[in-house]
């Protein structure tokens, strides 16, 4: 079994910065792709950021892209999401996901495991 745990979310002013964690625990060597998505409220869970089993490929939606970096250190077993330059409109509850495959996914359905959420808030 594994267990997805994220952690970072908050308050903060637009244009601010946060970075969200994402550590994996249990059975850990058997997550290789991992990603970010996030749900605001009233609408459907949609992908942010996702990153290959060793960190050589990603992909972005485009409505972070330039502001957002995904990168995992391997060694601390834990996945971040660099959020700069933040708007309101990136306001959500943000999921951290893995799964055994080791490509990029970008897919909700391509996952298996999912964190609980953390929640991001940024003010205008």
């Known amino acids: 079994q594994v267990q997805l745990v994220e952690s970072g979310g908050g308050l903060v002013q637009a244009g601010g910065s946060l970075r969200l964690s994402c550590a994996p625990s249990g059975r850990t060597f058997s997550i290789h792709a991992m990603g970010w998505f996030r749900q605001a409220p009233g609408k459907e869970r949609e992908f942010v950021a996702a990153?290959?089993?060793?960190?050589?490929?990603?992909d972005y939606d485009d409505s972070v892209k330039g502001r957002f970096t995904i990168s995992r250190d391997n060694a601390k077993n834990t996945m971040y999401l660099q959020m700069n330059s933040l708007k309101p409109e990136d306001t959500a509850v943000y999921y951290c996901?893995?799964?055994?495959?080791?490509?990029?996914?970008?897919?909700?359905?391509?996952?298996?495991?999912w964190g609980q959420g953390t929640q991001v808030t940024v003010s205008s």
């Open positions: 996901a893995g799964d055994s495959a080791r490509t990029v996914i970008v897919s909700t359905t391509g996952y298996e495991y």
């Open positions: 990153i290959s089993g060793r960190g050589r490929f990603t």
